[in-house]
């Protein structure tokens, strides 16, 4: 059963960059079924698309984000991750990741989320 | 830029009893493959996004057949038979047709 499991700081400074991995287990990462991506839920808010990834490497960004968003992927490790650069009190969120398959384009399959707080 | 608008913001509903959310886009979700790639999650407190439903009305692997979608174009309506306990959160219609993926606002349902 495919899993995918957030890890990184749940702490950065403001000014910092954020940076974040997912790791899926029971499946592979190197399949051309998949676009793997980063959603975002600030506190008490609503979800935000922040990228996506195909295994290839091409790359998919919110233009909201775009300048500061940078998704990478190893399929040597089978994860991804991403990276936000120059973080304010605005980006503090849980941050998921998620498989979404090519052919329904929903987001079916989500890591459990790690809350990231920006704050000196 | 589109804009996917929910209603209601918030349902209260007796269990046992129907529940309906209306999802709208501001523009066609009609894709030039001729798929509409709308979708809706479920979020239990405390819990990540679990999708419900795909491509306006197909049911995702392991979903009761209580819940239900349809729509076409630019209103979309996911709808529960008989909610129970368990339904307790909140839902969000997604469209992936046009760039960028966009989240709706969210519904909140809770019990009465």
Redesign the interface.
């Given at each position: 059963q495919l899993q995918l499991q957030e890890s990184g700081p749940g702490l950065v400074k403001p000014s910092e960059t954020l940076s974040l991995t997912c790791t899926v287990s029971g499946g592979s990462i190197s399949s051309s079924s998949y676009y793997w991506g980063w959603?975002r839920q600030p506190p008490g808010k609503?979800?935000?698309?922040i990228g996506s990834i195909y295994y290839s490497g091409s790359t998919?960004y919110?233009?909201s984000l775009k300048s500061r968003v940078t998704i990478s992927v190893d399929t040597s490790k089978n994860q991804f991750s991403l990276k936000l650069s120059s973080v304010t009190a605005a980006d503090t969120a849980v941050y998921?990741c998620a498989r979404?398959p090519v052919v329904?384009?929903?987001?079916?399959?989500?890591?459990?989320?790690t809350m990231v707080t920006v704050s000196s | 830029d589109i804009v996917m608008t929910q209603t209601p913001l918030s349902s209260p509903v007796t269990l046992g009893q129907p529940a309906s959310i209306s999802c709208r886009s501001s523009q066609s979700l009609v894709h030039s493959d001729g798929?509409t790639?709308l979708?809706w999650?479920q979020q239990r407190p405390g819990q990540?996004?679990?999708?419900l439903i795909?491509?306006i009305s197909?049911r995702?692997s392991g979903v009761p057949d209580r819940f239900s979608g349809s729509g076409a174009g630019t209103d979309f309506t996911l709808k529960i038979s008989r909610v129970e306990a368990e339904d307790v959160g909140v839902y969000?219609c997604?469209q992936?047709?046009q760039?960028?993926?966009?989240?709706?606002?969210?519904t909140k349902l809770e019990i009465k």
């Open positions: 959603i609503g979800l935000e698309w998919y919110n233009p998921y979404r329904t384009a929903a987001f079916d399959i989500w890591g459990q989320g | 798929n790639y979708s999650l990540p996004p679990r999708l795909y491509k197909n995702f969000y997604m992936a047709t760039f960028p993926p966009l989240f709706g606002q969210g």
